[in-house]
């Protein structure tokens, strides 16, 4: 019997159709030798320690053998728990359990487990606004609505709002897409609303280690853990740490620290995306954790990301300050330029700006994508520590020239330059 092939197309679920490819279009760009990408979230990939990652494999292999070729607990390689309950304790000077740890491919998927254990369709999320592009990503396919936490947290309403959400979200360390460092006193009335309200509040933290103007205020972890008594924690703030920052994006480990209950109810979703997360690279950090190589690695990635820094405000201020403003932001990877009023209105839509800079060979990535709604489009997020000094200078050089040509079009994409979906 001859059997004729129909085509198939995909019948796609309908969450889809309020997804972007946008960070897919980045990392592109990051990969291009014409571009200079000012864009992605990047580390300084010549700072990474390629040597010692060789070294440590082969201790790791040593050490643990077959155990670190099997699957393994789904809540992770037992010793790498026991180590970040350790980290974790010393962090806050609470004593945290191996119960409440849960060690994650990446703090993504703790923001992707966090949506699909928490998160029906209509539920509300508090989220510090703008907001950090991933998270939207993650839970995107769980349709949460949101309410934006931008830090006036006596607004009428506020209270309300996180009664009725799932659980707030914040980047208080150097926050993406602003580079913002939340003082003390706003960390302290938040957790106690959200505790007032019988809410969670997701404390996302990578940027912690890059601390480039001193040091930032106590985590809301620890603030949190300073109100309760001993281990297990089971308190409101569910802490999200990485080494992709400190160590390098590619192992792809990060953790979650959160009530027993919840990381094992977590742990179950988590076993339906992965099993469990790979026991050879979760060994291999254990090396980099148990070590004094954070300690040693920090002060040299701050110095270079404090000169990259510098660099793109000095290049900045040069070429671009007659349209953007911006704040010096004191730690993480990102200067926050916010397009200046003209007569009344934003001079510049960044939307717009994009299809004029990728013209120019010049990536950066424009605040819509912040926005769950998609309306902000007056500023943009621009990397730094990704290049070199000279390479941020070019790039500036060739943003101004993209504005220029904007301007001049009279803020119009023409059809020769293709207008990215954001
Ligand atoms: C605020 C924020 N959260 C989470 C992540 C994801 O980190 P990881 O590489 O650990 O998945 C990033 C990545 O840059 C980030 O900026």
């Not at 990051?30 to 070294?55: C, H, K, T």
């Not at 809540?75 to 609470?94: H, K, V």
């Not at 270079?304 to 300050?321: F, M």
């Amino acid at each position: 019997m001859s059997r004729i092939k129909k085509s198939c197309a995909p019948r796609y679920a309908r969450w889809l159709q309020s997804t972007n490819n946008i960070t897919q279009q980045f990392l592109a760009i990051g990969g291009r030798q014409d571009f200079v990408s000012l864009a992605g979230g990047l580390p300084a990939s010549e700072l990474y320690p390629i040597e010692l990652m060789r070294e440590a494999m082969d201790r790791a292999l040593t050490r643990w053998g077959s155990h670190a070729l099997e699957y393994g607990p789904v809540e992770g390689f037992p010793a790498l728990r026991d180590a970040i309950a350790r980290r974790m304790s010393r962090m806050t000077g609470r004593r945290f359990a191996v119960g409440n740890i849960l060690i994650t491919t990446g703090a993504m998927q703790g923001l992707d487990l966090m949506g699909k254990v928490l998160l029906d369709p209509g539920d509300l999320v508090v989220a510090q606004f703008p907001t950090y592009l991933g998270a939207l990503d993650a839970w995107r396919a769980r349709q949460p609505v949101y309410e934006k936490l931008t830090w006036d947290l006596d607004r009428p309403g506020f209270d309300e709002a996180l009664r009725r959400a799932k659980f707030a979200y914040a980047v208080p360390n150097y926050s993406n897409p602003t580079g913002v460092l939340v003082p003390t006193p706003a960390r302290q009335l938040l957790l106690e609303k959200v505790v007032e309200a019988g809410t969670l509040l997701v404390e996302d933290d990578p940027y912690l280690p890059l601390q480039l103007d001193g040091a930032p205020g106590p985590s809301m972890l620890a603030i949190d853990s300073a109100m309760g008594e001993q281990a297990p924690y089971r308190g409101s703030v569910v802490y999200l740490g990485t080494l992709s920052k400190s160590v390098v994006p590619g192992l792809r480990v990060g953790w979650l620290v959160a009530d027993p209950e919840l990381v094992q109810t977590l742990a179950v979703a988590k076993q339906s995306s992965d099993i469990s997360s790979s026991m050879l690279t979760h060994a291999l950090a254990l090396e980099f954790v148990d070590s004094t190589f954070e300690e040693q690695h920090a002060p040299k990635v701050v110095a270079v990301y404090r000169e990259r820094r510098n660099a793109l405000l000095h290049a900045a201020e040069e070429y671009l300050s007659d349209w953007f403003e911006w704040d010096v932001p004191p730690g993480g990877m990102f200067v926050w330029m916010r397009a200046r009023d003209g007569t009344g209105a934003p001079v510049i839509n960044t939307n717009d700006l994009y299809a004029y800079a990728v013209d120019e060979k010049v990536a950066f990535v424009p605040s819509s994508v912040f926005d769950f709604e998609g309306r902000l489009t007056t500023a943009m997020r621009v990397n730094f520590s990704r290049s070199s000094p000279e390479v941020i200078a070019e790039g500036v050089r060739r943003l101004r020239r993209a504005v220029e040509r904007y301007l001049t079009s009279n803020s119009r994409v023409p059809p020769s330059l293709s207008r990215a979906s954001f």
